[in-house]
């Protein structure tokens, strides 16, 4: 499975909850690969109105998806360089596909929640150092070779492709022979499921979810919408069994401008 993405865009922010659920329910069907599509290389010559539009379309993504994004961002810290930031995740990914996924997902945290600028190589660092990157080795990897050919790797696969938009999906199964199922944007999980059905040409197994205990240690830090949507409960609902787990200490809320997100508490 493919997964076109950019990592400014609030869609693919918001994807995250969907992702999230298919990797528990079907992982092991499938391995999924993150490819940068680089849709977002117009704001390198952004103007003023350019970022108004942006925005305004981060709010309406926030509050539409409940995957909380701060459209304040363009007007307090405005990204000026969209093209380091995707170096940086294929720097990341040079430590392996998991360090990647990790680094990936604090830069958006620190995007889209703390409004921080991920064109700041300051930033970036620190992001690396906060999910176990070994610093040293992404600092050097950033500004190598080896980063940028994998940017332009993912850049040339977007282009066979023919990916016009992001987020997008491209299913493929064994017979290489196949063509892929291409599915652009958001669709209900079910969607998903039926393809990999199709896919497989058999009925999956869904795995069996995990306590929701687990599931917060293992991702640390996770949106409301992220736990409704992998365990098919109200959002209502997800906020009395965490303020269960925030008594025992087990959790920390953390309200943002949409929503609220969880951190698991290591020390619990």
């Not at 922010?13 to 069907?29: N, T, V």
Request: glycine residues 4%; proline residues 4%; charged residues 25%.
């Amino acid at each position: 499975m493919y997964l076109f993405i950019d990592p400014l865009c609030p869609e693919c922010w918001a994807f995250e909850p969907i992702i999230k659920k298919l990797m528990i329910e079907y992982g092991r069907y499938f391995s999924i690969k993150h490819v940068l599509s680089g849709r977002l290389a117009t704001l390198n010559s952004a103007k003023r109105q350019n970022y108004e539009s942006m925005a305004s379309l981060w709010e309406k993504t926030a509050s539409r998806s409940g995957m909380s994004c701060d459209g304040n961002l363009w007007f307090e810290n405005p990204i000026d360089s969209p093209h380091l930031a995707s170096i940086a995740i294929k720097a990341a990914e040079l430590q392996g596909r998991k360090a990647g996924i990790r680094f990936l997902r604090k830069l958006q945290e620190v995007l889209f929640l703390e409004k921080q600028n991920v064109s700041s190589f300051n930033v970036l660092k620190e992001c690396a150092k906060s999910v176990g990157l070994d610093t040293n080795e992404f600092i050097s990897d950033i500004y190598s070779n080896s980063a940028a050919k994998a940017f332009q790797c993912d850049l040339k696969i977007t282009a066979e492709m023919e990916v016009q938009e992001i987020p997008t999906l491209v299913f493929f199964n064994e017979n290489i022979e196949e063509e892929g199922i291409k599915i652009t944007g958001y669709y209900s999980y079910e969607v998903y499921e039926q393809i990999i059905e199709e896919m497989l040409a058999e009925k999956p197994e869904r795995s069996i979810l995990p306590p929701i205990e687990v599931f917060l240690q293992y991702f640390k830090f996770v949106a409301s919408k992220e736990i409704a949507v992998v365990y098919n409960m109200s959002i209502t609902e997800v906020e009395r069994e965490m303020k269960k787990l925030q008594l025992k200490q087990i959790v920390e809320q953390i309200p943002v401008k949409y929503g609220i997100f969880w951190r698991y508490n290591h020390l619990s």
